[in-house]
């Protein structure tokens, strides 16, 4: 038996009062089947959560919510403290993140967030103690 099936045992002793092979078998089941996702959607949300995980990005996507539509990136810089090309890598990363969306206007390059995006920001700010 694995060291973290002789752990699982000690644990459903102390729960159950006692514990056989059938109980370990039982619980072992019981959380194979809980659906931790598979590789593509656990790496895509990783990837959104880190991209969220720095201060420029996620005020920009606090930016973008709050604009409730499309901004350009000279709408942006005002808004941060950094340079003009890290604004840039900053929306590269949440676009490949999927937490804003990016389109050609002419010369200028526009950006919304994404319902992905609005989503985690919603959810993060929900439930943040006050």
């Not at 931790?36 to 880190?50: E, I, K, P, T, Y």
């Not at 050609?104 to 994404?114: A, F, L, N, P, V």
């Given at each position: 038996m694995s060291q973290s099936n002789t752990r699982l045992r000690r644990y459903l002793e102390d729960d159950l009062g006692e514990c056989c092979d059938e109980d370990v078998e039982q619980r072992l089941a019981e959380l194979a089947a809980f659906d931790?996702?598979?590789?593509?959607?656990?790496?895509?949300?990783?990837?959104?959560?880190?991209a969220l995980a720095n201060d420029t990005r996620y005020r920009l996507v606090s930016a973008f919510h709050a604009a409730d539509g499309e901004l350009?990136?000279?709408e942006l810089l005002p808004l941060v403290d950094v340079s003009e090309s890290a604004v840039s890598h900053a929306l590269s990363t949440l676009t490949e993140a999927g937490i804003v969306t990016k389109r050609?206007?002419?010369?200028?390059?526009?950006?919304?967030?994404?319902p992905r995006g609005t989503a985690l920001l919603v959810a993060l700010d929900g439930t943040r103690a006050r």
């Open positions: 931790l996702g598979d590789d593509d959607r656990v790496g895509a949300n990783v990837a959104a959560l880190s350009c990136v000279c050609k206007d002419g010369k200028w390059r526009m950006y919304r967030i994404t």
